[in-house]
């Protein structure tokens, strides 16, 4: 079976699972993890097939749960405006972090990313005045679905929440799908592969990487603006590092670089820490000492008990090797 | 009164960057030498802290006792992390690598926070005089003996690195590992003895923290950022960088919030970056940085 048909069958069982499962925190957790993997997909757009490691991913979901906050309470304006607008509010300032910070040097890189974000997190958490400061957007507006005047959805169940959010997840998907197959994701991962073989045969390592970037800066903003909405409070730790470092979890836990690692890994982790609350004060102690253990034992990720990455290099011949970026 | 008050603000920021210089000079030595961006860096700086804590507190050790054999086991510790841990990942991906750090960081603060709770910790120095006046500006005792201690192992750090055999070959290894390990440098201890001094000096300013101010776990994530953001003031993979970096960033921090407002005292690290770095890429003492394939 291959990856993309793994990923429609997972989907296709996630859209007849609420049928079976009446329970509503399980139906809470289930959305989340829906959210997550959106996260974790658009990280590892960036993480996994450009191979930079950003740290600061957490800025353009802050950007694109913060423009839903505004855009809905203080300008009244619905749900189905305010999500496409927080995927262009956060893919413009990726265009403008992303143009500046990755001329960098791999480890520039990633200590500046994780300076910016830090720095939007320190000036939305002062700006009382504009952005209210500490005490966030409370009662962020549900969406709701009308045609022709007959309400379809009103979001006030968990059910409607649930089908958004898979709907969102199976758009980034396919959006993460079409970006790997297009010729810019091959030429990502021609870069990932070999930086200085890329730009022999005219790959722009830099170019490549911006699209990339920006694409995981969209699909993350479109990401925040579903938090938003379904948790109806946004503050500035939608900003902060732990976003991040979940989202980075769940893309190396489950497999960067692949199409269904990321959704795994948020499966994955947040099983984990629902089985752990048992064990209530250990329980983050232990999640550190697993996450190490994973880390350790499975560099590539679960998906690499099935599915190899790519070849190992050795086994290639040198032309199978110039070849590999753009066979994928 | 405002020369004075500069004064003040100045020493103040001069005892905070003590602090930074100590724990990202021993980040810039693993991250220049063993390419490691190490998260665990400020839950071991905590680490410090906590143990100096139970030390003089619970077990009533005298500060003089304490501090060696609190150094002692971050030592250990240090050997421990890198043996069990880095040297299995030697040739993987920044990405797993970064990660198990994250993990160890993670597992430390949590497991800190299980043995000793959220409340702060204070380290006794048995320094509990008068407070020294130098005209209008005040300073504690206790701050006297933090920036005494940190300038002897900043300078201690130096004269092991620009003076000894294992300082030699640590920076063959930095400069150009394959050819070191063709020398016969053995890299694996390199890398040991360089994790260990790395966890110790970040031990050191954990203690002398607790001593001038208090410890909390809360504090292990922003001191490794703040770390982060010193060694890139300064210049990657330059020591003197993260030294200088580190006072540069407490003066700027306490002057900023004694003169223009407390706010965003902790932003003003991240705003001197960005703008050092658009002027001098590679920070303030470091090599170029411009990617060149």
């Given at each position: 079976m291959?990856?993309?048909?793994?990923?429609?069958?997972?989907?296709?069982?996630?859209?007849?699972?609420?049928?079976?499962?009446?329970?509503?925190?399980?139906?809470?957790?289930?959305?989340?993890?829906?959210?997550?993997?959106?996260?974790?997909?658009?990280?590892?757009?960036?993480?996994?097939?450009?191979g930079?490691?950003?740290?600061?991913?957490?800025?353009?979901?802050?950007?694109?749960?913060?423009?839903?906050?505004?855009?809905?309470?203080?300008?009244?304006?619905?749900?189905?405006?305010?999500?496409?607008a927080?995927?262009?509010?956060?893919?413009?300032?990726?265009?403008?972090?992303?143009?500046?910070?990755?001329?960098?040097?791999?480890?520039?890189?990633?200590?500046?990313?994780?300076?910016?974000?830090?720095v939007?997190?320190?000036v939305?958490?002062?700006?009382?005045?504009?952005?209210?400061?500490?005490?966030?957007?409370?009662?962020?507006?549900?969406?709701s679905?009308?045609?022709?005047?007959?309400?379809?959805?009103?979001?006030?169940?968990?059910?409607?929440?649930?089908?958004?959010?898979?709907?969102?997840?199976?758009?980034?998907?396919?959006?993460?799908w079409?970006?790997?197959?297009?010729?810019?994701?091959?030429?990502?991962?021609?870069?990932?592969?070999?930086?200085?073989?890329?730009?022999?045969?005219?790959?722009?390592?830099?170019?490549?990487?911006?699209?990339?970037?920006?694409?995981?800066?969209?699909?993350?903003?479109?990401?925040?603006?579903?938090?938003?909405?379904?948790?109806?409070?946004?503050?500035?730790?939608?900003?902060?590092?732990?976003?991040?470092?979940?989202?980075?979890?769940?893309?190396?836990?489950?497999?960067?670089?692949?199409?269904?690692?990321?959704?795994?890994?948020?499966?994955?982790?947040?099983?984990?820490?629902?089985?752990?609350?048992?064990?209530?004060?250990?329980?983050?102690?232990?999640?550190?000492?697993?996450?190490?253990?994973?880390?350790?034992?499975?560099?590539?990720?679960?998906?690499?008990?099935?599915?190899?990455?790519?070849?190992?290099?050795?086994?290639?011949?040198?032309?199978?090797?110039?070849?590999?970026?753009?066979?994928? | 009164?405002?020369?004075s008050?500069?004064?003040?603000?100045?020493?103040?920021?001069?005892?905070?960057?003590?602090?930074?210089?100590?724990?990202?000079?021993?980040?810039?030595?693993?991250?220049g030498?063993?390419?490691?961006?190490?998260?665990?860096?400020?839950?071991?700086?905590?680490?410090?802290?906590?143990?100096?804590?139970?030390?003089?507190?619970?077990?009533?050790?005298?500060?003089?006792?304490?501090?060696?054999?609190?150094?002692?086991?971050?030592?250990g510790?240090?050997?421990?992390?890198?043996?069990?841990?880095?040297?299995?990942m030697?040739?993987?991906?920044?990405?797993?690598?970064?990660?198990?750090?994250?993990g160890?960081?993670?597992?430390?603060?949590?497991?800190?926070?299980?043995?000793?709770?959220?409340?702060?910790?204070?380290?006794?120095?048995?320094?509990?005089?008068?407070?020294?006046?130098?005209?209008?500006?005040?300073?504690s005792?206790?701050?006297i003996?933090?920036?005494?201690?940190?300038?002897?192992?900043?300078?201690?750090?130096?004269?092991?690195?620009?003076?000894?055999?294992?300082?030699?070959?640590?920076r063959?290894?930095?400069?150009?590992?394959?050819?070191a390990?063709?020398?016969?440098?053995?890299?694996?201890?390199?890398?040991?003895?360089t994790?260990?001094?790395?966890?110790?000096?970040?031990?050191?300013?954990?203690?002398?923290?607790?001593?001038?101010?208090v410890?909390?776990?809360?504090?292990?994530?922003?001191?490794?950022?703040?770390?982060?953001?010193?060694?890139?003031?300064?210049?990657?993979?330059?020591?003197?960088?993260?030294?200088?970096?580190?006072?540069?960033?407490?003066?700027?921090?306490?002057?900023w919030?004694?003169?223009?407002?407390?706010?965003?005292?902790?932003?003003?690290?991240?705003?001197?970056?960005?703008?050092?770095?658009?002027?001098?890429?590679?920070?303030?003492?470091?090599?170029?940085?411009?990617?060149?394939?």
């Amino acid at each position: 079976m291959t990856e993309n048909r793994i990923v429609l069958l997972l989907l296709a069982l996630a859209a007849v699972l609420p049928a079976f499962v009446g329970d509503q925190y399980v139906m809470h957790l289930l959305i989340m993890t829906f959210f997550y993997a959106m996260l974790s997909t658009s990280l590892n757009l960036i993480v996994g097939y450009v191979g930079e490691l950003s740290l600061g991913h957490a800025a353009f979901l802050g950007l694109g749960a913060y423009t839903s906050a505004v855009l809905s309470t203080e300008a009244g304006l619905p749900f189905w405006l305010c999500l496409p607008a927080a995927g262009i509010v956060a893919g413009t300032a990726a265009l403008a972090v992303g143009a500046i910070t990755l001329r960098l040097e791999g480890h520039f890189f990633v200590l500046i990313s994780l300076a910016f974000a830090e720095v939007l997190r320190y000036v939305v958490m002062n700006s009382v005045e504009l952005l209210r400061g500490p005490l966030g957007y409370p009662n962020i507006p549900a969406p709701s679905l009308s045609f022709g005047g007959t309400v379809l959805a009103d979001f006030a169940s968990k059910a409607h929440f649930y089908y958004l959010g898979l709907a969102l997840l199976a758009a980034t998907l396919y959006a993460a799908w079409r970006f790997a197959r297009s010729s810019f994701g091959l030429g990502a991962l021609a870069v990932r592969e070999n930086r200085r073989l890329a730009r022999a045969v005219g790959i722009d390592p830099f170019r490549h990487a911006l699209v990339a970037f920006v694409a995981g800066g969209v699909l993350a903003g479109i990401a925040g603006s579903f938090y938003a909405h379904y948790l109806t409070f946004v503050g500035p730790e939608v900003l902060g590092f732990s976003f991040t470092l979940s989202a980075l979890m769940m893309v190396v836990i489950g497999g960067r670089g692949t199409l269904l690692g990321p959704l795994l890994g948020a499966a994955v982790v947040g099983i984990t820490l629902e089985l752990l609350r048992s064990v209530n004060e250990a329980r983050l102690s232990i999640f550190g000492i697993l996450l190490v253990l994973a880390v350790m034992f499975l560099p590539d990720g679960l998906v690499s008990l099935r599915w190899r990455r790519r070849p190992e290099p050795a086994e290639e011949s040198p032309t199978e090797a110039l070849d590999s970026p753009l066979r994928s | 009164m405002l020369l004075s008050d500069f004064l003040q603000f100045a020493l103040n920021g001069l005892v905070t960057g003590c602090f930074y210089a100590l724990t990202a000079l021993g980040l810039s030595l693993v991250f220049g030498l063993m390419n490691i961006v190490n998260f665990a860096h400020g839950a071991l700086f905590v680490l410090g802290g906590m143990l100096a804590s139970v030390a003089t507190e619970r077990l009533g050790l005298p500060l003089w006792a304490a501090i060696p054999a609190v150094l002692a086991i971050m030592w250990g510790l240090g050997v421990v992390i890198e043996a069990g841990l880095l040297a299995r990942m030697r040739d993987a991906h920044i990405l797993p690598v970064t990660l198990v750090t994250i993990g160890l960081s993670v597992f430390l603060v949590n497991t800190m926070l299980m043995l000793f709770g959220t409340e702060p910790k204070n380290v006794k120095t048995g320094l509990e005089g008068a407070p020294i006046f130098l005209g209008d500006v005040i300073i504690s005792q206790s701050r006297i003996l933090a920036i005494g201690v940190s300038v002897v192992a900043i300078i201690a750090t130096w004269l092991l690195i620009s003076h000894t055999r294992a300082g030699r070959a640590m920076r063959a290894v930095f400069q150009q590992p394959e050819a070191a390990a063709l020398a016969g440098i053995p890299i694996a201890r390199i890398h040991s003895f360089t994790f260990a001094l790395g966890t110790t000096l970040a031990g050191l300013a954990g203690i002398l923290l607790g001593a001038v101010f208090v410890v909390d776990p809360s504090r292990a994530e922003p001191a490794a950022v703040k770390a982060f953001v010193v060694i890139i003031l300064g210049g990657i993979g330059s020591l003197p960088g993260a030294v200088l970096g580190g006072l540069l960033l407490g003066l700027a921090e306490s002057l900023w919030g004694g003169f223009v407002s407390t706010g965003y005292m902790d932003a003003v690290g991240f705003v001197l970056v960005i703008a050092i770095l658009l002027f001098r890429p590679s920070g303030l003492l470091g090599a170029p940085a411009s990617r060149v394939g």
